[in-house]
Nanobody
Framework: QVQLVESGGGLVQAGGSLRLSCAAS?????MGWFRQAPGKQRELVAA???????KYADSVKGRFTISRDNDKNTVFLQMNSLRPEDTAVYYC??????????????????WGQGTQVTVSS
């Protein structure tokens, strides 16, 4: 069983930056970040395959960057130009296969506990 440990959430003013980190305890092909705001469905923010392919939600393109250290099974989410609408609980997710990246499915194998990101106006 792979465990995901997240860090880096917090409170920031609009226009500021935060960096989230997520370390996996085992080898993983697909890693990414979802978020869920109060009263809204969980949505994919960014994903990165083991081969380096990336995808982003339209709302974060140009502001967020996902990167990965494959040797350490760690994924990062650099969030710049944060907006109040980015406020949510951010969840790290991982899958043994890259399949969800291509299918768009949200049922990934492993999930982190979530970290709160709050952007004040």
């Amino acid at each position: 069983q792979v465990q995901l440990v997240e860090s880096g959430g917090g409170l920031v003013q609009a226009g500021g930056s935060l960096r989230l980190s997520c370390a996996a305890s085992g080898n993983i092909n697909l890693m990414g970040w979802f978020r869920q705001a109060p009263g809204k469905q969980r949505e994919l923010v960014a994903a990165r395959t083991s081969g380096g392919s990336t995808k982003y939600a339209d709302s974060v393109k140009g502001r967020f960057t996902i990167s990965r250290d494959n040797d350490k099974n760690t994924v990062f989410l650099q969030m710049n130009s944060l907006r109040p609408e980015d406020t949510a609980v951010y969840y790290c997710a991982a899958d043994r296969l890259n399949a969800p990246y291509y299918s768009g499915g949200a049922k990934w194998d492993y999930w982190g506990q979530g970290t709160q990101v709050t952007v004040s106006s």
